[in-house]
């Protein structure tokens, strides 16, 4: 520890399990094989750094005949997707994997990875197995350490920028992953030959975590790397950022941001979200090594004591962005460059159909909410099936909740289009702009911190507000419309056009001016709206949008360039006529 690293105060309960913890093994294996349907509390922390999250199902809680208030545990499973990058036998196995141990669907996230739901504690460790198997890891997709680090998903042929950036994220994703053996342990042994010693700790202490330490990070870490021209993982949103600075298709080196973050505790005035902020510029070779001094600094200086703000961004806030800087070079070894002024300046989604530039195809499917599921009348997770056995296609996770099919052939446009349809799926091409540019949160009924319903109630709203937008006509006006069930922000709201975060139940504070480049924050418009307000409040926001907008001008910075009172007020009075 540092000299001038801040005086230890009493450490947070989560601290206290990792520090007993022994590089995350804790009483994770004997609780592992005991009857209990759960975990003890320090267990329940630690296995979120093997990716598994224990939860409880409120609404089957609430169906189990008589017995009212029993709990329903079951096991939220994260999977790693470094750059959003899967294969179709891989994703054919998670689907596979939902059906046969999980609640029968599968989700992809907001940060290009892959979440099952409904695992129960026995099925854990097979599971685990088979993700294994499956060349894919849980390992460090929740909890206090590097996540599933993101890049641009687009595979364009010969685009050098493109491919060395996701080997550049590949090569950090192995860098910051943690090194305990208590993951390979705990759930890779095979029964049938013994358990072996957990092997974490003990003389070479120092060399387990060499990066990280036994005590891992303050809090989560996130890391994403973007194009200037396209800033599809929105970087600004994240702890750590790296957009590409290139001329000539040549990779100069990397702008890197700090300090991004959403989530909000309403009751805690002193919690915030941020973007990230320009920390300095780095050539390609630099990379690992400056988010190795970064991971570092906040790993000595992060609040160890106070969740609430031991994120990155409140560390540079208490430290200063300065002395936050000299402290990142003293790790790094040597000065930051200024920021090259590159910066981002486009956004793409990547759906529809497009030439990779090598004769071959890919084709963006939106995914509502990224929830994979057969459904009556609506069997995406059948349709996927048909599509990834015949086709073959590579796969790509979008930081949109969406998917990519690469390396297709163009007679595989038609055939794709069929079998959606045969199971009554749309194709991109059918969706409204609308819905295309909207997300939510996966809230209820599995997230235990949810106070309003997300996902399960976004479709219907789009639904609601979809001939209202084409009466204005602004039915091909692309505005990103985020949802989330709590101000923890995982659809990332506080960026968005338009962003609705669940107050409590039933009700969302609208948020107004941020834009689908995600450099801009958007400020609060109303509070406290009841869901079935929601169809007129915002359509009165795109009637005062319509009038209001100057040539050119996207929904969000008009509504910067107003100002929320004089949208209020323009919108109120629209709706009072
Ligand atoms: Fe998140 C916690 C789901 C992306 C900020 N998030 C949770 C938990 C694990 C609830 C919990 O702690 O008990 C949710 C699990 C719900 C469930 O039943 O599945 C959850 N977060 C998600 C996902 C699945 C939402 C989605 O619809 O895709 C996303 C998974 C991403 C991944 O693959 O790793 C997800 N979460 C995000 C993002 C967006 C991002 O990272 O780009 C954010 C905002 C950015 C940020 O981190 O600030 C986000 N999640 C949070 C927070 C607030 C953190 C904070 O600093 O205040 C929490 C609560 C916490 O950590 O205490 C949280
Ligand atoms: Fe749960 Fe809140 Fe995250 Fe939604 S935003 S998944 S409700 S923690």
């Known amino acids: 520890m540092p000299d001038d690293a801040p005086a230890p105060a009493k450490p947070s309960a989560v601290e206290l ?28 922390q630690l296995l979120k750094n093997h990716g598994t999250y224990q939860q409880d199902d409120r609404e089957a809680r609430k169906s189990v005949d008589g017995k009212k208030s029993e709990r329903q545990i079951s096991f939220m499973i994260r999977t790693c997707v470094p750059g959003g990058k899967l294969t179709a036998e891989q994703l054919l196995s998670a689907m596979d994997m939902g059906d046969e141990l999980g609640n029968g669907t599968i989700r992809l996230t907001t940060r290009q990875a892959i979440q099952h739901h409904g695992v129960v504690k026995g099925e854990l460790k097979s599971f685990m197995q088979r993700v294994h198997t499956n060349q894919m890891t849980t390992l460090a997709a929740c909890g206090d350490v590097e996540r599933n680090i993101m890049g641009c ?20 994703s192995r860098h910051l992953a943690p090194r305990t053996r208590a993951y390979y342990e705990i759930w890779l042994t095979d029964p049938d030959t013994g358990e072996k010693t957990l092997a974490a700790g003990g003389e070479k202490e120092a060399q387990v975590e060499p990066i990280y330490g036994p005590t891992y990070l303050p809090r989560k870490f996130k890391t994403a790397f973007a194009l200037p021209e396209d800033n599809c993982t929105d970087v600004y949103a994240n702890d750590l950022g790296f957009i590409v600075v290139h001329e000539a298709g040549k990779i100069l080196g990397y702008n890197v941001l700090a300090g991004g973050g959403m989530g909000v505790t309403p009751s805690a005035a002193k919690t915030f979200p941020a973007l990230a902020k320009r920390l300095g510029f780095v050539p390609p070779e630099d990379v690992l090594a400056i988010a190795e001094a970064i991971v570092k600094v906040q790993r000595d200086f992060g ?15 208490t430290m200063g962005l300065e002395n936050f800087r000299a402290k990142v070079e003293e790790y790094f070894g040597k000065p930051l460059a200024p920021c090259h002024p590159a910066d981002v300046h486009g956004f ?19 995914v509502e909410n990224g929830r994979i599921i057969d459904r009556d009348g609506f069997h ?9 056995t015949e086709i073959r296609p590579g796969v790509r996770i979008t930081a949109h909740q969406s998917l990519l099919f690469t390396d297709l052939a163009e007679a595989d446009r038609g055939r794709i289009a069929d079998i959606l349809h045969a199971h009554g799926v749309k194709t991109s091409e059918e969706i409204s702009t609308l819905r295309r540019w909207s997300m939510a949160c996966v809230a209820l009924p599995t997230c235990g911190l949810a106070v309003a319903e997300s996902e399960r109630v976004l479709p219907g709203l789009i639904d609601s507000l979809e001939p209202e937008v084409a009466k204005l006509g602004l039915s091909n006006e692309a505005f990103t419309l985020r949802m989330t069930g709590c101000p923890n922000a995982c659809a990332r709201p506080y960026n968005s056009d338009i962003g609705l975060v669940g107050r409590t139940a039933g009700k969302y504070t609208l948020f107004l001016g941020g834009r689908l480049l995600g450099d801009r924050l958007n400020e609060q418009y109303k509070d406290v709206v009841p869901f079935e307000d929601l169809t007129k409040e915002i359509t009165a926001v795109l009637a005062c949008y319509k009038a209001q907008r100057h ?27």
């Open 303 to 317: 609040n160890r004591s106070d969740r609430k703000v031991a994120r990155l961004k409140y560390t540079i806030h």
């Open 380 to 388: 995406l997770k059948s349709a996927l099936r048909q599509i990834l």
């Open 551 to 577: 040539d050119g001008e996207t929904l969000g910075d008009c509504c910067h360039r107003l100002g929320v009172d004089a949208v209020r007020t323009w919108a109120d009075a629209w709706l009072a006529k």
């Open 153 to 172: 998903p687009a595979p364009i042929h010969g685009d050098r920028v493109r491919d060395e950036m996701q080997a550049k994220l590949d090569e950090l």
């Open 348 to 366: 793409d989604d990547h759906i529809g159909w497009f030439a990779q530039g090598d004769g071959r195809f890919f084709y963006g499917l939106n």
């Open 17 to 44: 399990a990792k520090i007993a913890s022994n590089y995350l093994v804790g009483d994770i294996p004997q609780e592992l094989a005991d009857d209990a349907p759960g975990f003890g509390k320090a267990s329940i």
